[in-house]
């Protein structure tokens, strides 16, 4: 089967784009068509083997709901009875746009078209060559989204292309998808509405208007019990590579992160990595792929997807994602992320720091200075707390001042040669402090492992501005001014740490 491109600002052998696709729909055939969320598959609602037609193209099981397009608000008693007043109200507000709800469904709507249920999807989409393809072709239209079924959604006619091309008769090309996530799904079937698909528009919007609203407990689960609403059994939204969501605090996340790609690059695997804007220069990996500003969720709706796709064309072997707020809309863009990895999700606050380095230019100077002022603390947790350098050239001797420093104050002096830094030396556990904003600059541009995640200036860090001085060549009281420096850090540093202990044991 040839798919035809119909461009909607184009005539093809004198007819209009729209009205050619409308003569498919009549004739019960498939047309791709945009919308506002994503580009959908639409065939004849009414029509059993229409619906039949776009389970086959797609691949999708035919126990997974289809939702009924309408072009006008007073279509929706076509396809739906009984229908309660709140669904009115919430039509007022909301359509035309990113809202479906689920209702008691029409006679005339065959079970093909609501997989088998009593209950019907409604929508009336914001786009409005979508609309004109309902009203001309006479008929409710019932689309899922149009991409094989499983992969991510379709925010452009090329995506569906890529899918579709032989299955389907048409495509009709309007350009990109503008909140690119597919839409809320409301039941109005129970006793409390219940978001049963979150979107663009939250839980907070609906409750607005028509008051209290549940959400079902398995829009961040796993569950893949009988559903109700089109979308929520079968794993969908994949891209071609394994995907794996890393939750917890963001140098956490960047350090868990950065630390598998380079032991899958070391295997000779290609990763990617989808990071919010503000964090990706923290990241390694071969492929990096800001989705978005962390302030604006719109933007990382829209981009998700495309993004999704994006590496099915980077050959890559592995993705990590950023994890996202799952309030508002960041609810809907986790209930994708996670249903793209199939729920594999690692929490990276529980991967906790055991490692301890700190890094000087010689690692003979403030770096054993520091280590050997932290074990001398009283800590919460037993961690591995060591001393090295940027460059070593030979295993050089504690400097003989630091050593008369510690001795002067108590503090017990080891056999001590300086060793370098090497990427043998960080893991998922680690934490790299440096006492100069150039010597980290340094270890990040040297070290595969090391990242703005895992590597941070020691008196930044504890939000200390100044940095600590550097006594190299100075008298012993410069050295001891030195040690009183960093030892006010550290109990800076150990009450941070405490804290994030603390936090830890609560979970």
């Not at 939702?67 to 919430?90: F, G, K, M, S, T």
């Not at 048409?170 to 109005?188: F, K, R």
């Not at 001398?376 to 460059?391: A, P, Q, T, V």
Request: net charge negative; glycine share 8%; with cysteine.
């Amino acid at each position: 089967m040839e798919t035809l491109i119909l461009k909607v600002d184009e005539s093809i052998d004198g007819q209009d784009a729209i009205e050619k696709a409308a003569k498919i729909i009549r004739d019960g055939g498939l047309v791709a068509f945009p919308t506002e969320t994503v580009y959908g598959l639409g065939g004849d609602a009414t029509n059993a083997r229409s619906a039949r037609r776009i389970y086959k193209a797609k691949g999708r099981p035919s126990d997974n709901p289809l939702i009924v397009h309408i072009a006008r608000v007073e279509q929706l008693a076509e396809a739906a009875e009984d229908i309660p007043d709140v669904a009115y109200e919430l039509a007022k507000t909301f359509w035309p746009g990113p809202l479906t709800m689920i209702l008691k469904k029409q006679r005339s709507i065959p079970r093909n078209t609501t997989g088998g249920l009593d209950t019907v999807a409604v929508r009336l989409p914001d786009n409005e060559v979508a609309r004109e393809l309902i009203l001309q072709s006479g008929r409710l239209i019932a689309a899922p989204s149009a991409n094989v079924s499983g992969r991510p959604s379709p925010t452009n006619a090329k995506h569906v292309y890529n899918d579709l091309a032989g299955k389907i008769d048409a495509i009709i090309d309007d350009g990109d998808s503008v909140v690119g996530l597919e839409s809320t799904i409301l039941d109005l079937t129970s006793d409390i509405p219940m978001i049963l698909r979150p979107g663009v528009i939250t839980r907070a919007d609906l409750e607005q208007v028509i008051g209290r609203v549940g959400v079902d407990s398995a829009i961040i689960s796993d569950d893949e019990s009988n559903p109700k609403a089109p979308g929520m059994k079968y794993r969908h939204y994949a891209p071609k590579a394994s995907l794996v969501v890393v939750e917890g605090d963001a140098y956490r996340v960047a350090n868990y992160i950065n630390s598998q790609v380079c032991d899958l690059r070391s295997e000779g695997h290609k990763t990617g990595v989808i990071v919010a804007e503000e964090n990706a220069p923290m990241y390694k990996a071969d492929i990096v792929k800001s989705v978005g500003s962390l302030e604006h969720e719109e933007e990382i709706a829209h981009n998700l997807y495309s993004i999704l796709r994006e590496f099915d064309n980077e050959d890559i072997d592995r993705i990590y994602s950023e994890s996202f707020n799952d309030d508002g809309i960041g609810q809907a863009i986790m209930n994708r992320l996670l249903k793209a990895a199939g729920h594999r999700k690692v929490n990276a606050n529980q991967e906790s720091i055991t490692r301890i380095i700190f890094v000087g230019k010689n690692g003979a100077s403030r770096s054993p200075m520091a280590a050997a002022i932290l074990k001398s603390m009283e800590l919460n947790k037993d961690y591995e707390i060591l001393s090295r350098g940027i460059l070593v050239q030979f295993p050089e001797p504690l400097n003989p001042k630091i050593e008369a420093v510690l001795t002067g104050n108590g503090i017990e002096v080891e056999d001590f040669h300086a060793k370098e830094l090497s990427d043998e030396d960080i893991n998922s556990t680690t934490i790299l402090f440096t006492m100069e904003e150039s010597h980290k600059k340094r270890i990040i541009d040297k070290l595969a492992k090391a990242n703005e995640g895992n590597t941070f200036v020691l008196s930044t860090y504890v939000g200390n501005e100044l940095e600590i001085p550097n006594p190299y060549g100075g008298s012993l009281q410069l050295y001891g001014l030195c040690f009183e420096s960093i030892k006010k850090t550290l109990e800076d540093l150990v009450n941070i740490l405490d804290q994030s202990r603390s936090k830890e044991e609560l979970k």
